[in-house]
C-alpha cells in the first residue's frame, strides 16, 4: 500500500457534519463537514488517551471527542482543552490533517506528506460532465490487495472467460491490436476483441436485425496512479459508447472498496439504470469468485514470479509505476506496523502539517523495496 497518493475516500453526497470513520491503508480517519460544507479528513486517534474522534460530534467546525471533549479543528489543531479552560494548549496538540478535494461527486483525500507541487494529479475526466452522458454510481468490496483490483481491471483476456456471454467469448478469446502508451502517473492502452450478440437483456434491443453474430469490438483500458482509478471505453456498436471508471480503494493489505461510476450515451432514461447497475455489479461478482483466491494475494515483489506474457502489457506498466514509487519509500511496511505498533502504540499517517512542527504520534512505518527488486 502506497502512501503520498489521492485515494477515493467516500461519496460527497454522503458526508455531512456527523463525523464518520473511514479505512484506508489500515488505519482509521475521521471524515466531516463544517457548518459552511467545507471537508476535513484527520487521523481519527484523539492524543489524550486515544478516543475515536469519528464516535464524537462536531461543534463549530470542530470534531469533538467523546471521551473528555477535546476539540480538534480542521487543520488538526486542538482548539479546547474543557477541563482546563485558562490553560496554555500546548504547541503538541493536534494530529495529522490531510488535504481533501470533491470531485466527480467522490471525496478524494491525499494521504501522506509530500508538497502540494510534486503530488500526483487527480484525473481529468471531463466526460463526467458532459450532459450527453448519463452516469450511474456505485461501490463495491473485495477480500482483495487493491492492486489486484487494480491489474483485473487491465486485464482484457479473462473477460471471455470469467465474464462469459456478458462481455466476451470463449470460442474467440484472442486479443488483437493490442498497444499500451506510457504517461508520468498512468498508460492507456487499446485492443480489440469479439463479443458475440446478446439475445437476452435491454441492451440486446434496438438494430437487432443488423447486428451480426459476433462483433469486433474496440476497448480502450487506461489507469492513474491517483485512485489508483481503471477507465475503460467501449464502443459496443455503431455510436453506443460505455464509460467505466473504478477508483479501488485500499482499506488494508486484505481489502479494497471500489468507487464506480459507469456512464453511457444510449438508453439515458432512468428506467434503465437499474438494468445498468445490475450488469456492472454481475461483472463485480464474476472477477471476485476468481480473484478472491488468487496466489499470493499480495502482487510479487518481482515479476519473474509469475509468467507475463504481451497482452498483460498493461499491467505490467502499472506494476512498473507502482515499484517506482515504492522505492522512493512511499510503501507501508505492514510487517513492522504489525510487530511494533498494533495493539500497543498508535501510529498516524504523515500529513503535509508534519513539515512544521513536533506530532505526538509516531508515523506509519515505511518501508522502501531494495534497488533492483523490482524485476
Ligand atoms: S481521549 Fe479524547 S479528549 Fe480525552
Ligand atoms: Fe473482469
Known sequence: MLTNQWYVAGEAAAVTTAPVMVRLLGQDLVVFRDATGKLACLSDICIHRGAALSRGRTVDGCVECPYHGWRYDRDGRVTKIPAEPDAKIPARARIDAYPTVEKYGWIWVFLGDEPEHSRAPIPDMPEYDDPAIRWVRGEWNWRVNYHRAVENGLDFAHAPFVHGSTFGDRERPQISDFS?????????????MSVPH????????????????IRQVEARPWFHLSGPIVGLELFPREGWRIWLRSAHTPVDEYTTKSWWLMGRNFMKAKFFDKDTIKRNVKIFAEDAEIIQFLKPELVPDSLRDELTVKTDGLQVAYRRKVRALEQRGWKVDTAQLEAEFVGRRACSLPSPGRSDGSFVLQRVPLTSLKQGAAE
Not at 499500451?180 to 480489440?192: G, K, Y
Open 180 to 192: 499500451v502508451e506510457e504517461a508520468e502517473w498512468s498508460a492507456r492502452s487499446r485492443m480489440i
Open 198 to 213: 446478446r439475445s437476452r437483456g435491454l441492451w440486446s434491443l434496438g438494430s437487432k436485425k443488423n447486428n451480426p453474430a
